[in-house]
């Protein structure tokens, strides 16, 4: 599966849960996703997603680690 079907899954995945999510594109070109408040790349909600933890739950542990 391509990084685009990925990553649109787990859009969907969001959407379907119900939890708002915008998205940015930098000036770089890179586009960053903005969910519930918390900025995440493309390549953290497929990581996520692939790991079944694209929840508030999930985003709040993440957050935890990416921080140590």
Sequence with gaps: MTA??????ALVQLAKAGMAFTN?????GKETYIVDSVRLTD???ILLHQKGALTRDGIRHYLVDRAA
Excluded: F
Aim: aromatic residues 0%; without cysteine.
């Design 24 to 28: 940015e594109v930098e000036p770089n």
């Design 4 to 9: 685009t079907n990925n990553l649109l899954d």
């Design 43 to 45: 390549d953290e909600l």
